[in-house]
């Protein structure tokens, strides 16, 4: 089975179409739909250009 079979105990649709509350839910849960990195990739990409960009003025200054 995958994930696409997935069936919603609510409304009888399959989770993937998201067609209730509760399919959004749990497509959300799994994963269904995300089609970028999430948040957690761009706070780490944020942090490093921050540590890039004060380790640059530092030399600058220095």
Same mark, same amino acid.
């Given at each position: 089975?995958?994930?696409?079979?997935?069936?919603? #105990?609510?409304? #009888?649709?399959?989770?993937?179409?998201?067609?209730?509350?509760?399919?959004?839910?749990?497509?959300?849960?799994?994963?269904?739909?995300?089609? $970028?990195?999430?948040?957690?990739?761009?706070?780490?990409?944020?942090?490093? *250009?921050?540590?890039? *960009?004060?380790?640059?003025?530092? $030399?600058?200054? #220095?």
């Amino acid at each position: 089975m995958r994930r696409d079979d997935l069936v919603c #105990a609510n409304c #009888a649709g399959r989770v993937s179409e998201g067609r209730c509350p509760v399919c959004r839910a749990s497509r959300d849960q799994y994963g269904y739909g995300r089609t $970028g990195p999430s948040a957690t990739v761009w706070m780490v990409l944020a942090v490093l *250009a921050a540590l890039i *960009a004060a380790v640059a003025l530092e $030399g600058r200054f #220095a």
